[in-house]
T-cell receptor, first 116, second 114 residues
Framework: AQSVTQLDSQVPVFEEAPVELRCNYSSSVSVYLFWYVQYPNQGLQLLLKYLSGSTLVKGINGFEAEFNKSQTSFHLRKPSVHISDTAEYFCAVSAPRDNYGQNFVFGPGTRLSVLP | EAQVTQNPRYLITVTGKKLTVTCSQNMNHEYMSWYRQDPGLGLRQIYYSMNVEVTDKGDVPEGYKVSRKEKRNFPLILESPSPNQTSLYFC?????????????FGNGTRLTVT
């Protein structure tokens, strides 16, 4: 079974400052890693994903994340945030199920508030 | 435009009155799934479906039913809703079952059961 921890439930940051949203996971099998963003009254949109290869992945809106296998982490970063980045961010892991299908497990989310 | 469409967006109902939330995707995805989102708990999977007539329970299936008679549609049925099913519900789909394909989400259905 997989689990995902997002240690920070809320992260306030000033506009144009850097931000890091933390994600740690546990799994007994190899997993794929994702970050999603949820703007108010909307569904979740994919920010970026790590499937294999380079551990630094770049996504939309200037976000990037680094996969660290030894620390089982997949932290999300942005060097300079904008007011429009205010949203909830979810880290997720996925792995094939034993029978069929895929098992997506989501973290509890981090609410990023960008202050003027 | 590739999308997952859920209806309705908002639903207020009373305890025990059967309801259905519809979900449709136009991407020919094999995999579809329902989640509920509650504050502090993230998203929890209710049911998923690998293909037509193939469904299975997720982590929180009690009180819900699903069906997959057509590849594009995956309705969520609450036969006798209760207040603890008040939540934000999301339908999602993905291309394959390997875990590599990201989920595509609908815009959500906010359900209130009084």
């Amino acid at each position: 079974a997989q689990s995902v921890t997002q240690l920070d439930s809320q992260v306030p940051v000033f506009e144009e400052a850097p931000v890091e949203l933390r994600c740690n996971y546990s799994s007994s099998v190899s997993v794929y890693l994702f970050w999603y963003v949820q703007y108010p009254n909307q569904g979740l949109q994919l920010l970026l994903k790590y499937l294999s290869g380079s551990t630094l992945v770049k996504g939309i809106n200037g976000f990037e994340a680094e996969f660290n296998k030894s620390q089982t982490s997949f932290h999300l970063r942005k060097p300079s945030v904008h007011i429009s980045d205010t949203a909830e961010y979810f880290c997720a892991v996925s792995a094939p199920r034993d029978n069929y299908g895929q098992n997506f497990v989501f973290g509890p989310g981090t609410r990023l508030s960008v202050l003027p | 435009e590739a999308q997952v469409t859920q209806n309705p967006r908002y639903l207020i109902t009373v305890t025990g009155k059967k309801l259905t939330v519809t979900c449709s995707q136009n991407m020919n995805h094999e995999y579809m799934s329902w989640y509920r989102q509650d504050p502090g708990l993230g998203l929890r999977q209710i049911y998923y479906s690998m293909n037509v007539e193939v469904t299975d329970k997720g982590d929180v299936p009690e009180g819900y039913k699903v069906s997959r008679k057509e590849k594009r549609n995956f309705p969520l049925i609450l036969e006798s809703p209760s207040p603890n099913q008040t939540s934000l519900y999301f339908c999602a789909s993905s291309l394959s079952r390997t875990g590599r394909s990201p989920l595509h989400f609908g815009n959500g259905t906010r359900l209130t059961v009084t």
